[in-house]
């Protein structure tokens, strides 16, 4: 009896597919910590009024989206220099770890001061979550097989973002604010877990120095500039004299910081790394791009409850259209972005694409039907999955390996930088134009003003006379933010034909070109 040589081809494919299930065990557990870091963005957001209810202490609201921001921001670049030194698998369970105990301790807050500093402390741990997550797909799978991979966790954080309002309201309304903290537990403890049993990721020991120094300016500036954006135009006026102040510190303490790296022995972010073209292009798009990809995602839900009149949760389901673009295109251009080894081309189309969606939106009016909606929120959605992984993808295949970590969390430290100053430039925006817009199309003596618009409950209970000559103003000043965010996308499509493409490694541990 003859024996049959086994065929090399299957013997392939089977050791292939026996390494795609180990990767996708780790990626589950990296799934499950960009949930909870991209959930807890958008989830406080519609329990934000019923916090303020149970404090007494509307005044001081902002603060709890404010601290979160601030210190995930800040720690970001200290997350990428840590775990290039000690390495990614226990900067990421350290990041749940404190992201857990945030998160246990807003729960159980009993004033707004104790919510605002836990709100801080959870912050500290998000800054690690989604800076490790990329980082960690970076030392497990090649360059080549990175679009295929960050697809899924481009289409997590999409998703997040979008459902984080919807179940948000649903646990405020059915059980406690409480529980959109509280939720984070279980997830967080099982992420942990195949953290703990499935990354193994090997680490090169080696003499270190962290820059704290450098940590403290780059944080003191960020804090100043951060809340210039949140204060300035709303709390206080631009030319105030705290807004001026907080803006000269900011610039003065980024001219310290740039100053030290120069001189540090192990600099947070080394200036070197800017000189790649491809990391300064990637880090500026970042930014940019993170700038006006928002405005639909924070947004449409508030013009759906406030104009439309829909409930948090049922606001929530009318975006899945965005989630079903990003999804689709997210995981479709990673598939090819894997089999091609091409990345410049999506970026491109993706800001093109957005930036049509926004554009579009600009003519949103009161009565606009729910399926043309869906229509412009499946564009945006879609563009926003073609280039949302690409920028962290480019810059891992573009520096060597050592500098991995710190590269990745440069980049995901500017687009949480522009999200946060877009966030609040915009809100500025729909703010300042529906109180130019209410003058006139709401009759003189009525008593209303832009203040109704933070008030869902007050505006549901006006009289039909004043009911839609508020409801069109504004939607005439959603027109207008989606109008300035959609040049806002076009100046990222500028920057992103500057990005140089470079063929994909296929090699983790070789030095980059």
Avoid at 66 to 78: D, E, F, G, R
Avoid at 400 to 413: E, M, P, S
Wanted: include cysteine; proline fraction near 4%; charge should be neutral.
């Amino acid at each position: 009896m003859t024996e049959t040589a086994p065929d090399p081809a299957l013997a392939s494919a089977k050791t292939e597919q026996e390494r795609h299930g180990s990767i996708m065990l780790v990626m589950g557990a990296l799934m499950l910590t960009m949930l909870l870091a991209a959930l807890d963005q958008t989830i406080v957001s519609t329990a934000l009024p019923r916090i303020a209810s149970e404090f007494n202490a509307l005044s001081e609201l902002s603060w709890v989206v404010t601290a979160y921001l601030i210190t995930s921001a800040v720690v970001t670049p200290l997350y990428g220099k840590l775990s290039d030194i000690f390495g990614r698998k226990r900067m990421l369970m350290l990041a749940v770890v404190i992201f857990l105990i945030g998160s246990v301790l807003s729960g159980i807050s009993q004033s707004m001061l104790e919510l605002i500093l836990f709100r801080g402390i959870q912050g500290i741990g998000a800054g690690g979550l989604m800076t490790m997550v990329f980082a960690t797909i970076g030392d497990i799978v090649t360059p080549r097989e990175r679009g295929r991979y960050q697809g899924y966790i481009g289409a997590v954080f999409g998703v997040s973002s979008v459902i984080g309002p919807l179940l948000g309201g649903f646990l405020t309304d059915s059980v406690s604010w409480r529980w959109i903290f509280y939720i984070n537990v279980p997830l967080g403890l099982l992420a942990l877990a195949a953290i703990a049993l499935r990354l193994n990721v090997h680490v090169a020991k080696r003499d270190h120095a962290i820059d704290y120094l450098g940590a403290l300016f780059l944080s003191i500036s960020i804090v100043c500039l951060l809340l210039v954006a949140v204060w300035g135009g709303t709390t206080y006026p631009w030319s105030s004299q705290l807004i001026l102040s907080l803006g000269a510190l900011g610039v003065l303490f980024a001219g310290e910081f740039v100053w030290w790296e120069t001189r540090a022995k192990e600099p947070l972010l080394p200036l070197s790394l800017f000189r790649n073209s491809i990391f300064s292009v990637s880090s500026i798009l970042s930014f940019v791009s993170g700038l006006s990809m928002f405005a639909a995602i924070i947004y449409l839900p508030e013009y759906l409850q406030a104009v439309r009149g829909y409930s948090a949760t049922a606001s929530g389901l009318l975006m899945v259209p965005l989630v079903v673009g990003i999804l689709t295109a997210s995981i479709t251009s990673g598939r090819l972005i894997s089999s091609s080894g091409k990345y410049r081309i999506f970026p491109l189309v993706g800001t093109l694409t957005t930036a049509l969606g926004l554009f579009l939106m600009s003519g949103i009016s009161v009565d606009t039907p729910i399926w043309l909606l869906s229509v412009w929120m499946i564009i945006i959605g879609a563009g926003i999955g073609m280039f949302m992984q690409v920028m962290t993808l480019s810059v891992q295949n573009a520096v060597d390996q050592r500098d991995l970590g710190t590269a990745t969390a440069t980049v995901t430290f500017f687009r949480s930088i522009g999200s946060s100053f877009g966030t609040s430039i915009f809100g500025a925006v729909l703010v300042s134009r529906f109180a130019a817009h209410i003058v006139g199309t709401v009759p003189a003596g009525a008593g209303i003003d832009s203040s109704i618009a933070s008030n869902l409950s007050a505006l549901a209970q006006l009289p039909p006379a004043l009911a839609q000559p508020v409801f069109v103003a504004f939607t005439r000043a959603f027109d207008d933010l989606f109008l300035y965010a959609a040049p806002a996308m076009l100046l990222a499509f500028v920057v992103a034909l500057f990005l140089r493409e470079v063929p994909l490694r296929t090699q983790i541990r070789e030095e980059a070109l």
